[in-house]
């Protein structure tokens, strides 16, 4: 009866060394084409967000208030499942949002993909730019820049699940009275948005 050899354990990889695979699966991946999400997670004056952008543009914004892997299952459901941390693709995103938190940028300048969101919802969306750096508006000044006077509560609604805070500055929308109403990453971060544009 035979011995069998024993088995010699590969030897440990470094950091480095790992570094540099996951750095070549992900360029591997986006020129085959295989990276349809990318992602990757900014510390901002209003806590952590995660950043995802698609071949088209910034798909979206989030709040890292639970955790990553509910927006991660989300995209991975509604957009694609071959999703890589890849933060060089959100670069000029995580650059321009940099800026904007320094005070140095009233104005983003990226594609956007706004693939989750439709119908009245991407109406609003599409008219919250038009709130200047600084400003604010109505939920009812909006409804009816967007052609519905009466949709205020859609509004509110558009706001709530805008996929692009701070980017899409639904932060600038307030109540009739001038209270600032609520926003998807809390009244603390609206206040800071807001504060930082005024001070500006």
Not at 36 to 41: H, K
Not at 174 to 183: A, C, K, L
Request: with cysteine; glycine share 8%; proline share 7%.
């Amino acid at each position: 009866m035979t011995t069998p050899d024993p088995v010699v354990p590969a030897p440990p990889i470094s950091s480095g060394d790992l570094a540099w695979l996951r750095e070549r699966l992900i360029l591997d991946a986006d020129s085959a084409g295989l990276l349809d999400v990318a992602y990757r997670t900014l510390d901002t004056p209003v806590g952590a967000l995660l950043l995802a952008a698609t071949t088209e543009g910034l798909v979206r914004v989030a709040y890292l208030t639970d955790g990553p892997d509910d927006i991660l299952a989300d995209l991975a459901e509604r957009v694609s499942p071959r999703i890589l941390e890849a933060p060089h693709r959100l670069d000029a995103a995580a650059t321009q949002l940099d800026e904007y938190f320094r005070g140095r940028r009233v104005t983003f300048d990226l594609a956007l993909d706004l693939r989750l969101t439709t119908g009245f919802r991407r109406d609003v969306i599409a008219h919250l730019p038009d709130i200047a750096y600084g400003h604010t508006a109505s939920y009812a000044q909006v409804a009816a820049s967007a052609g519905s006077p009466r949709a205020v509560r859609a509004v509110g609604s558009a706001c709530a699940k805008n996929p692009l805070p701070v980017v899409v500055p639904c932060h600038r929308v307030v109540r009739s009275d001038g209270s600032i109403g609520q926003y998807v990453g809390g009244i603390a971060a609206k206040r800071i948005l807001l504060d930082l544009e005024t001070v500006a």
